[in-house]
């Protein structure tokens, strides 16, 4: 990989849903495409993303955690850039709402995460 990122994967995901494909395209693009930026701020070396999608008590949970800088800006629960919030974030919280799951973020530790619901 270009741009030295080791990605893990732990993936199952049922094949029928009521997860409309291009909610969970989205969502996932948007998720892969943050995590993989937000690995080039971190230490060469220690670039890795880890995704975890698997079904749960009725729910697909998404679970995407990557290495960072550390220096995760968050406003009202949600990280932001420098130059403001990035339309990945909103177009993962709108579709993830919309569909009736629920997401949540958070920075800890070099590592940044992604925890996504979807109802299946």
Known sequence: WERGIEISHNVAVPEQTQIKENVFI???????ENAIHGC???????RRIDVF????AGKLAIRVTNTCSGKVIFRDGLPVRKTGRGTGVVSIVHEVEESGGDVEFSAKNGEFTARILLKL
């Open 26 to 32: 989205s969502v996932l693009g948007n998720v892969m």
């Open 40 to 46: 080039e701020d971190a230490e060469k070396d220690r």
């Open 53 to 56: 999608i698997r079904p749960k």
